[in-house]
């Protein structure tokens, strides 16, 4: 069964302080590694794909890395408005035609002014 | 850019009513998705469809269904509500898989529903 682990489930940090979300992940071949932002009562916000092992996509301040087993998403000097819910999913190769994403319970970041 | 829209933002419904969720997307996407999220549970596939009249089930498929009549909507019902359906339910949808051009899913701003 395919798996996603995130951590930590909660992050504070002042603002300006650089840190880095991690996603563990098992999966039976993997055919991508999504990250999304979700702010309060809203619908994901799609970030970054990643497809293979060394693979690395940045926007702003946000910079997402991948290895066989695990994704960070380093935060570089964040801002107060970087503040909100990051998810994680990843679809399985064996799900192709499938489209099943597995989610992470995602990271809940809180960027102190 | 992708746009999804949900027909409603908030919902409260009584126990026993049937409740229909629309989603509309204006990307010609092939692919589109229910789900629903609840606290420490994450985002679990409840019925997805790949083509219009096509459907399949998901993860947690017990107590809805589904139609999809053309291809920009999707609709989620729920046949008899019952107060553990009370959730955020997130529409997605995506277009032909394939890199370069990636197989994220874009998502609708959710509707909260409360079954009473």
């Known amino acids: 069964e395919d798996q996603v682990t995130q951590s930590p489930e909660a992050l504070r940090l002042q603002e300006g302080e650089s840190s880095s979300l991690n996603c563990s992940y098992t999966?039976?071949?993997?055919?991508?590694l999504f990250w999304y932002r979700q702010d309060p009562g809203k619908g994901p916000e799609f970030l970054f794909t990643?497809?293979?092992a060394g693979e690395e996509k940045e926007k702003e301040r946000l910079k997402a890395t991948l290895t066989k087993k695990e994704s960070f998403l380093h935060i570089t000097a964040p801002k107060p408005e970087d503040s909100a819910t990051y998810l994680c999913?990843?679809?399985?190769?064996?799900?192709?035609?499938?489209?099943?994403?597995?989610f992470g319970t995602g990271t809940r970041l809180t960027i102190i002014p | 850019d992708v746009k999804v829209t949900q027909s409603s933002r908030y919902l409260v419904k009584r126990t026993g009513e049937k409740v229909f969720l629309e989603c509309v997307q204006d990307?010609?996407?092939?692919?589109m998705f229910w789900y629903r999220q609840d606290p420490g549970l994450g985002l679990r596939l409840i019925y997805f469809?790949?083509?219009?009249?096509?459907?399949e089930k998901g993860d947690i498929p017990e107590g809805y269904s589904v139609s999809r009549e053309k291809k920009e909507r999707f609709s989620l019902i729920l046949e008899s509500a019952s107060t553990n359906q009370t959730s955020m339910y997130l529409c997605?949808?995506?277009?032909?898989?394939?890199?370069?051009?990636?197989?994220?899913?874009?998502f609708g701003p959710g509707t909260r529903l409360t079954v009473l």
């Open positions: 997605a949808s995506r277009g032909t898989s394939g890199r370069p051009r990636g197989n994220e899913q874009f």
């Open positions: 999966v039976s071949g993997l055919r991508g």
């Open positions: 990643l497809y293979s």
């Open positions: 999913a990843v679809q399985a190769a064996s799900n192709f035609g499938n489209e099943k994403l597995t």
């Open positions: 990307m010609d996407h092939e692919n």
């Open positions: 469809s790949y083509d219009v009249k096509m459907k």
